[in-house]
């Protein structure tokens, strides 16, 4: 395994070289990056930005919005926020397998004195309160899971600089966006308060510890280079980040344990002339294909589901039946 060392706080940057490092260093069969981000909104790879975020909230107090390559739902870090990558060749063995990639964290946490669990789709916890989301990318055969961790993040900014949707709360039987977080630094005992650099330090060295034969991997002003083209001309651009708002005459928005789906058709004579897939869903294929696959059919649950059930929908959503994504999509 190796490991990169990032001092960067762009998040256009970090993103782009978490993409380097997954698609370009493909003789590298294990990679490890630790990452702390500038204020951002971190959104995932299906999901419509601006449905997302409070756009003049984030405006006015110039907080970067950056569309990642993996699935999932949308985040908030800022400088007390730590973000780890972990990149393999190995993607058939736990693939979506949260909790394996999750282990250096909880073991770095248990050294501290503190008890984290992880629980439900993609998360972990302390004390039932969530302090780190994670999510998973694949590329030919790779896979790349990241996850961000809260170690003292202001979420005061978090609540107001995010759009949570009122079924996502509802869902969790909860009140409030701030009910369900924690921060890490709340959570340790008072003998072993320490920044968030600190932290980041020690779980570079439990990765190294659990991991005997771990080095760096030194970029080259080549890959530099390349890493800032890419942040500049991809992640960091609005296209990127926001696209074009898609026509639609239909808009259909379910929830479902595994993920939300929204989804907005253009429909005339009951035919799909357009349709666009939004989600915090996970899946390793890209939705563009079953839009695609779509276009040009009848407007109903019928047709629709024929059309699905010719393809292998869990590449594209994980732990959603083929008839539960053509519900999502037409009633």
Not at 211 to 231: F, G, N, R, W
Not at 265 to 292: L, R
Request: hydrophobic share 35%; charged share 25%.
């Amino acid at each position: 395994m190796k490991y990169i060392v990032n001092k960067s706080n762009n998040p256009a940057y970090n993103v782009a070289l978490e993409a380097y490092a997954f698609r370009e260093l493909l003789d590298e069969d294990e990679i490890f990056i630790l990452w702390i981000n500038e204020p951002a909104i971190i959104i995932g790879k299906h999901q419509n930005a601006i449905q997302e975020i409070n756009k003049e909230y984030t405006d006015k107090h110039n907080i970067h919005v950056v569309r990642r390559l993996s699935g999932g739902g949308a985040v908030y870090h800022d400088l007390n926020n730590l973000n780890y990558t972990i990149i393999s060749n190995k993607a058939d063995e736990g693939a979506f397998d949260f909790k394996t990639f999750s282990q250096p964290v909880i073991a770095t946490l248990a050294d501290l004195g503190v008890k984290a669990e992880f629980t439900g789709r993609n998360d972990l916890e302390i004390d039932g309160k969530k302090f780190c989301g994670n999510a998973q990318a694949y590329y030919k055969g790779r896979m790349m899971h990241h996850g961000c961790l809260m170690f003292n993040v202001d979420t005061s900014v978090l609540a107001d600089a995010l759009k949570v949707s009122k079924d996502k709360i509802e869902s969790k039987g909860i009140k409030s966006v701030r009910a369900r977080v924690t921060n890490i630094l709340d959570e340790l005992p008072e003998d072993h308060k320490i920044s968030v650099n600190e932290f980041s330090d020690l779980l570079l060295q439990k990765m190294i510890d659990t991991h005997p034969d771990m080095t760096e991997y030194v970029l080259s002003e080549d890959e530099l280079s390349h890493i800032q083209k890419s942040a500049d001309e991809q992640f960091g651009t609005w296209e990127w980040t926001y696209g074009k708002s898609p026509e639609y005459t239909i808009e259909r928005n379910v929830r479902y344990p595994a993920g939300k789906i929204t989804t907005f058709a253009n429909v005339e004579n009951s035919i799909i002339k357009g349709i666009k897939i939004y989600g915090d869903f996970f899946g390793i294929g890209d939705v563009f294909d079953i839009e695609n696959l779509l276009i040009g059919q009848r407007y109903e649950y019928t047709d629709v589901l024929a059309k699905l059930q010719t393809i292998d929908t869990t590449h594209y959503f994980s732990r959603m039946t083929t008839e539960e994504i053509a519900k999502a999509i037409v009633a």
